[in-house]
């Protein structure tokens, strides 16, 4: 079945940099792209960007824009998301999503299992 | 950026009730529309996508309908399991941008 599966749980310091890892199974990696959502505690779902599968493009969410980089392995299939320069409010549960399109848009689904990223000092 | 806004922001309704959420986007979006449920503590799981279509396996209570501005998602007999939050999404182009989601608790 089509899954993807996150790297576990981060504890990081002001100022470090976070990379999470989302492997997928279950279909062919380059057909479609990989979203990353955040979800900070108590709260809403907010998109941060998209990559490619097939070639790489990415797009950013203004908000991130300079502070993520999304890539990808194909040879593992395997998404990455790096962010850097954390502060408290970075603080949330990550997901990875697969959208239907692989130019990004598109309905995400699956979702990965997330990945809760904790900034404190 | 269009902005999608949802209301109510929450909802209690009794078991076998019909529930309707709703939806605005800012801007027409035709029917490049999807709705999610996050149970508490859960991930959150694709319902509905292109406004109306019900994604394999998700129980027939469920349905959406709408396009362009507004859109509406519904559940015809509530059931205890619904109890979750509800958030839309509209995923034409980018920036991809969700609603601050509906949650749904049981009276």
């Known amino acids: 079945q089509v899954q993807l599966v996150q790297s576990g749980t981060e504890v990081k310091k002001p100022g470090a940099s976070v990379k999470v890892s989302c492997k997928a199974s279950?279909?062919?990696?380059?057909?479609?792209?990989i979203n990353w959502v955040r979800q900070a505690p108590g709260q809403g779902l907010e998109w941060m960007g998209w990559?490619?599968?097939?070639?790489?493009?990415?797009n950013y969410a203004q908000k991130f824009q300079g502070r993520v980089t999304m890539t990808t392995d194909t040879s593992t299939s395997t998404a990455y998301m790096e962010l850097r320069s954390l502060g408290s409010d970075d603080t949330a549960e990550y997901y990875c999503?697969?959208?239907?399109?692989?130019?990004?848009?598109?309905?995400?689904?699956?979702w990965g299992q997330g990945t809760l990223v904790t900034v404190s000092s | 950026d269009i902005q999608m806004t949802q209301s109510p922001s929450s909802l209690s309704a009794s078991v076998g009730d019909r529930v309707t959420f709703t939806c605005r986007a800012s801007?027409?979006?035709?029917?490049?529309l999807a709705w999610y449920q996050q149970r508490p503590g859960k991930v959150p799981n694709l319902l509905i996508y292109?406004?109306?279509t019900l994604r394999s396996g998700v129980p027939s209570r469920f349905s959406g309908s709408g396009s362009g501005t507004d859109f509406t998602l519904t559940i015809s007999s509530l059931q205890p399991e619904d109890v979750a939050t509800y958030y839309c999404?509209?995923?034409?182009?980018?920036?991809?941008?969700f609603g601050q989601g509906t949650r749904l608790e049981i009276k």
């Open positions: 801007q027409g979006i035709n029917n490049y």
């Open positions: 999404q509209k995923y034409d182009s980018a920036p991809i941008t």
């Open positions: 999503a697969r959208s239907f399109y692989n130019s990004g848009g598109g309905w995400f689904d699956p």
């Open positions: 279950g279909y062919t990696f380059s057909s479609y792209a």
């Open positions: 990559i490619s599968g097939y070639n790489g493009n990415t």
């Open positions: 292109a406004a109306s």
